[in-house]
């Protein structure tokens, strides 16, 4: 969508047509900000949006469940993805988010509806409904990735741009029907337009293991696709195509207001448009089990590894070095982190909360000896405590997990001792916060995030060998309810 705008040399009246289309609104500043490079570059990260909102007739006849409630007013971020253009603009990362990741929404008001909300824990996909700048303030809250700008799309969105694009050409390894997003193919290639577009990119039945984390995969093959599209001479070479797309994209997109204009718009996909695919990569945020329910994932410990890469502009690339490509700060200390060993306590009423800290410093390198364990009462705000002669080791973990220097206090003791506190529900690195980490490999930044490149067009989606869809009050699997569906058209030829 991006790219079409960047290719379009419209008229001036063209140009007011686009820009008329356009609905933008304020960030109120809830994204952080960037730091500029070394040359004084700045990257930029994008948090793109997709959600499952009835807002319109249009919406209700694609997405279903407004028989009842009509068109709605609100939706869910049924979509999440940070997209991480480099200060040099030379390499580009798009992390998705599970929506089904439990997390601290913060406090928020919508200026569109006037709904507000004090803040709780719940599903980050839920924080849309209190509006966009909302979604991403919860996005940088969980990640401490900066987020200048958002684009979100309904689902009349997705429609609207794979048909201005001629569709999608995608492949599955095995026959698939997802009784639930309705989508219908048989093994091998297909170009999905419109309805048959949107069903591909809202199966979460049909793909891996028929959760969240497998829609993820199949929707970054899908836009993999969309891009290697885009950039083929056939699509960009054709001046109607190119007004087509973005006439398309201008009309399904709401943006902020730092985006809000086509100008703006160009100027951002000529950034996209000059990475090469090859260096685009996919990824998704490692997740593990919510252990209050199994059907919820919150962040792993590798997690942190893969913001901090994002967040200090680390290629993810393959050909990009195996240390960290971003400029890090002085060492804290020559005290290695391997000898430092923390007591972590639990001072939230979340479980497991000081086990995942814990584990999350090991994962870092620091000492196997990090112990966790239960604070005595309920703790406000997160602090970490050091004993004499160990100010210096507390830095050194204060930083990171991102944790402002106000929380590290001088104890009484001999021990180091982080307890958590209210003001940190979730996530691995200290809410706001962007740590300074030492150098890692990219291997370590992408491992368990399903990264793949968006120039690899042999990547098949991968049927669901599970029985994760029901037909006829049947459980079976998505290629055993293609065969007993056999009077159901396919999706696309």
């Known amino acids: 969508m991006l790219l079409a705008l960047g290719t379009a040399g419209v008229g001036w009246w063209l140009y007011q047509r686009l820009n008329n289309n356009i609905h933008s609104i304020s960030l109120d500043g809830k994204g952080g900000t960037e730091e500029v490079d070394a040359s004084g570059r700045t990257p930029m990260n994008i948090l793109v949006i997709g959600s499952d909102g009835r807002t319109s007739p249009e919406d209700c006849r694609l997405g279903g469940g407004c028989s009842q409630t009509g068109v709605q007013s609100s939706g869910n971020a049924d979509v999440q993805m940070v997209v991480h253009i480099s200060a040099d603009r030379s390499n580009a990362t798009v992390m998705s988010i599970p929506r089904d990741t439990m997390t601290r929404i913060p406090a928020c008001k919508d200026?569109?509806?006037?709904?507000?909300?004090?803040?709780?824990?719940?599903?980050?996909?839920?924080?849309?409904?209190?509006?966009?700048?909302?979604?991403?303030?919860?996005?940088?809250?969980?990640?401490?990735?900066?987020?200048?700008?958002?684009?979100?799309?309904?689902?009349?969105g997705v429609v609207k741009m794979s048909d201005a694009i001629g569709g999608v050409p995608v492949c599955v390894n095995d026959n698939v029907y997802d009784t639930y997003s309705h989508l219908k193919l048989s093994k091998g290639g297909h170009t999905l337009k419109g309805v048959a577009a949107l069903e591909f990119v809202r199966s979460r039945h049909g793909f891996g293991d028929g959760s969240d984390l497998g829609r993820t995969n199949t929707q970054h093959i899908f836009l993999s696709a969309m891009i290697r599209k885009l950039k083929s001479a056939d699509t960009l070479a054709d001046p109607t195509a190119v007004y087509d797309l973005a006439d398309a994209a201008t009309k399904a997109l709401t943006v902020d207001d730092g985006l809000g204009s086509v100008k703006k718009l160009i100027e951002l996909a000529s950034d996209v448009n000059a990475v090469p695919a090859k260096q685009m990569t996919f990824t998704t945020m490692q997740t593990v089990p919510d252990p209050a329910d199994k059907n919820r994932v919150i962040v792993g410990p590798g997690a942190r590894r893969l913001f901090s890469a994002i967040a200090n502009d680390q290629s993810l690339t393959s050909g990009s070095s195996k240390r960290s490509l971003a400029p890090t700060k002085p060492a804290t200390s020559a005290v290695s982190t391997s000898q430092i060993a923390v007591t972590v306590?639990?001072?939230?009423?979340?479980?497991?909360?000081?086990?995942?800290?814990?584990?999350?410093?090991?994962?870092q390198g620091f000492s196997s000896g990090t112990t966790a364990t239960n604070a005595p009462h309920p703790?406000?705000?997160?602090?970490?405590?050091?004993?004499?002669?160990?100010?210096?080791?507390?830095?050194?973990?204060?930083?990171?997990?991102?944790?402002?220097?106000?929380?590290?206090?001088?104890?009484?003791?001999?021990?180091?001792?982080?307890?958590?506190?209210?003001?940190?529900?979730?996530?691995?690195?200290?809410?706001?916060?962007?740590?300074?980490?030492?150098?890692?490999?990219?291997?370590?930044?992408?491992?368990?995030?399903?990264?793949?490149?968006?120039?690899?067009?042999?990547?098949?989606?991968?049927?669901?060998?599970?029985?994760?869809?029901?037909?006829?009050?049947?459980?079976?699997?998505?290629?055993?309810?293609?065969?007993?569906?056999?009077?159901?058209?396919?999706?696309?030829?």
């Open 345 to 363: 306590k639990n001072g939230t009423t979340v479980t497991r909360r000081a086990a995942d800290i814990a584990h999350a410093l090991i994962d």
């Open 111 to 156: 200026n569109e509806t006037g709904r507000t909300t004090s803040g709780y824990q719940g599903q980050i996909n839920s924080a849309l409904e209190y509006g966009a700048a909302c979604q991403v303030a919860t996005v940088h809250k969980l990640t401490g990735i900066p987020i200048d700008h958002f684009l979100k799309l309904d689902f009349s």
């Open 379 to 493: 703790e406000a705000t997160t602090t970490l405590i050091y004993g004499a002669g160990r100010k210096v080791e507390a830095e050194t973990v204060a930083k990171a997990l991102g944790l402002p220097t106000a929380h590290v206090k001088r104890g009484t003791g001999t021990d180091l001792t982080l307890v958590i506190g209210k003001d940190w529900l979730s996530g691995t690195n200290y809410p706001g916060s962007s740590p300074s980490l030492s150098a890692i490999s990219r291997e370590e930044a992408i491992s368990g995030s399903q990264a793949q490149s968006a120039e690899e067009d042999k990547t098949c989606a991968k049927v669901s060998t599970f029985k994760t869809v029901s037909l006829n009050g049947v459980s079976m699997t998505p290629s055993q309810a293609y065969v007993a569906a056999r009077s159901q058209p396919d999706s696309a030829s």
